[in-house]
């Protein structure tokens, strides 16, 4: 999926695009706390959805189904979507953040199934590899990021877990490279 195929859809306050001089990306939280994370030697082509931004559901949907994660970052290019929720401190339960990341999943099907029936297009989806990750802000630590979670993060309830993310690759958040810890 492309910027092209979403810009119809997604407004562009909704968007973020890189900093291609630097090949990096900024994703920021600001509720209450601000913190940003910083996502380094990404490919031009990529950007990110504030999934966060989608307006509240509540008055469609029952229950808890309006939540999704905050963003959700596509590279065309990598044929990769990461689902990503930031939490500051502990955050909220592995339960709720499973529902956020699976929200911000339809979220995107959502779109991808609006623009395929309004533009007569097929969905590129199923060529695309998913990862779902929960980067938690505790405090000011130096120390490395540090990665819970399996081996392989294509589920919300695998979620590759990060514990201050100050320096992140996205060859991390894919899957590619993985500390000893």
């Avoid at 119809?8 to 695009?17: G, H, R, Y």
């Avoid at 600001?30 to 990529?46: A, F």
């Avoid at 994660?69 to 990598?78: E, H, K, Q, R, V």
């Avoid at 929720?85 to 609006?114: F, R």
Wanted: include cysteine; charged fraction near 25%.
């Amino acid at each position: 999926m492309s910027v092209a195929a979403l810009s119809w859809i997604i407004c562009d306050t909704c968007l973020v695009f890189p900093d291609k001089a630097k090949k990096e990306i900024i994703l920021s939280e600001n509720k209450g706390i601000s913190y940003q994370l910083i996502i380094h030697n990404v490919p031009e082509d990529i950007f990110a959805i504030k999934a966060d931004d989608f307006p509240d559901t509540r008055a469609f949907f029952t229950g808890d189904k309006n939540k999704r994660a905050d963003y959700i970052i596509i590279s065309s290019s990598l044929k990769l979507i990461v689902f990503l929720e930031l939490k500051h401190g502990s955050g909220g339960s592995e339960t709720d953040i499973v529902k956020q990341l699976k929200g911000a999943e339809c979220l995107l099907k959502y779109c991808d199934l609006l623009h395929t029936k309004m533009s007569n297009s097929k969905s590129t989806l199923q060529h695309y590899k998913f990862r779902f990750v929960c980067a938690y802000f505790v405090g000011a630590s130096k120390r490395p990021t540090r990665y819970q979670g399996s081996s392989l993060h294509d589920a919300p309830e695998r979620m590759l877990k990060l514990n201050n993310p100050h320096r992140l690759f996205l060859k991390q958040l894919r899957g590619q490279v993985r500390n000893k810890s």
